[in-house]
């Protein structure tokens, strides 16, 4: 699987951005989706999940209410709605690509494929 994350700026704290994550080379809904984040001198941090058909999600407590993980399996796609942003969220996102289609896991060893990131920066 291929991934190629997009959607990542600047932005002012408080406003919003949307991540995008198209995936090529094999059969997305085969695969569950996540989003991982790393700030500069940070290991990198699980931000959300879901399931091969969105029936399971998982947020990180840091990003609940304000992030909305979603997918297209038709358009083979995966979002990030990224709302009331904060300077603490300003980070290399990637999405990332598990064979345990049905799991989602915080643990990034136990995602197959990873996308290239898209730099998010939230100014204060």
């Known amino acids: 699987v291929q991934l190629q994350a997009s959607g990542g700026g600047l932005v002012q704290a408080g406003g919003s951005l949307r991540l995008s994550c198209r995936a090529s080379?094999?059969?997305?809904?085969?695969?569950?989706m996540g989003w991982f984040r790393q700030a500069s001198g940070k290991e990198r941090e699980f931000v959300a999940g879901i399931s091969w058909n969105g029936g399971r999600i998982y947020y990180a407590d840091s990003v609940k209410g304000r992030f909305t993980i979603s997918r297209d399996n038709a358009k083979n796609t995966v979002y990030l709605q990224m709302n009331s942003l904060k300077p603490e969220d300003t980070a290399v996102y990637y999405c990332a690509a598990s064979r345990l289609s049905t799991i989602i896991s915080s643990d990034p060893p136990a995602y197959n494929y990873w996308g290239q990131g898209t730099l998010v920066t939230v100014s204060s």
């Open positions: 080379g094999r059969t997305f809904s085969d695969y569950a």
